[in-house]
């Protein structure tokens, strides 16, 4: 059992087949997603069932030291 969604089930969420199109929906929409080697957009499974252990909190980049 895998804890992230199947290709099939992020084209069928955000309603496209093209990975770039896959990743512009997924922001558009909100949802946590990482880019695999490949650059397809992985989404965890708890990401769209609402879990909140497992949510990842993005931080902005800054610089050390400024």
Known sequence: ???FLEPAD???LTGRRLKSAQVKQLRTM???FYL???GRPIVPKS???GR?????????W???GI
């Open 52 to 60: 909140k252990e497992d949510a990842f909190v993005r931080q902005k």
């Open 10 to 12: 992020v084209a069928e």
């Open 1 to 3: 059992m895998s804890i």
């Open 36 to 38: 695999n080697a490949s």
């Open 62 to 64: 800054q610089p050390n």
């Open 30 to 32: 909100g949802i946590l």
């Open 47 to 49: 990401a769209v069932e």
